[in-house]
């Protein structure tokens, strides 16, 4: 399948650099692969602030926050990509929340983010989460439905 070309040289080179965490991470590099996505959202930083490209980086770079441990950051980082990837349908900022504060030992606040992706995607989002973590979301969508 051919690449879709990006005629934006400032796009190109965030994409560029979000690539490399991208595949960094599909080897299992994730400090390599963290390293690349904070280039990645401090070039769009300086070229890129609220384009789309924008937010789609910072929502990768979350992810990458979550799989390094940086739990915190993680969070506030996907919280600047929450609503846009709502808007297209796009789960990650809110699995990365929720999975965070599941990590932090706060699984009431993972709930909202956890309701928030299942909104968007169902039972697909399941894969992201423990088996005792997916009951407990189970538990709390099920308590939220209207009777």
């Known amino acids: ?3 879709k070309k990006v005629d934006d040289p400032s796009t190109a080179q965030a994409l560029a650099l979000a690539n490399k965490g991208i595949a960094c991470d599909a080897r ?3 400090v390599q692969a963290l390293e690349h996505w904070q280039a990645a959202s401090d070039y769009a930083d300086q070229h890129l602030h609220g384009a789309d490209i924008w937010y789609w980086i910072k929502s990768g770079l979350g992810a990458a926050l979550l799989e390094t441990g ?3 950051k993680s969070i506030a980082v996907s919280q600047l990509a929450l609503e846009w990837c709502a808007k297209i349908k796009q789960p990650l900022p809110s699995l990365t929340i929720a999975k965070c504060y ?3 030992g706060d699984p009431a ?3 909202p983010y956890a ?3 299942y909104h968007l995607k169902g039972d697909r989002i399941s894969d992201w989460f423990e088996q005792a973590q997916w009951s407990q979301i189970q538990n ?3 308590e939220r ?3």
């Open 102 to 104: 599941f990590k932090l």
């Open 115 to 117: 309701e928030r992706a």
């Open 28 to 30: 299992g590099e994730t």
């Open 140 to 142: 709390y969508l099920h």
């Open 145 to 147: 439905r209207p009777s």
């Open 1 to 3: 399948m051919a690449k």
């Open 70 to 72: 940086e739990f915190q």
């Open 109 to 111: 606040a993972a709930m």
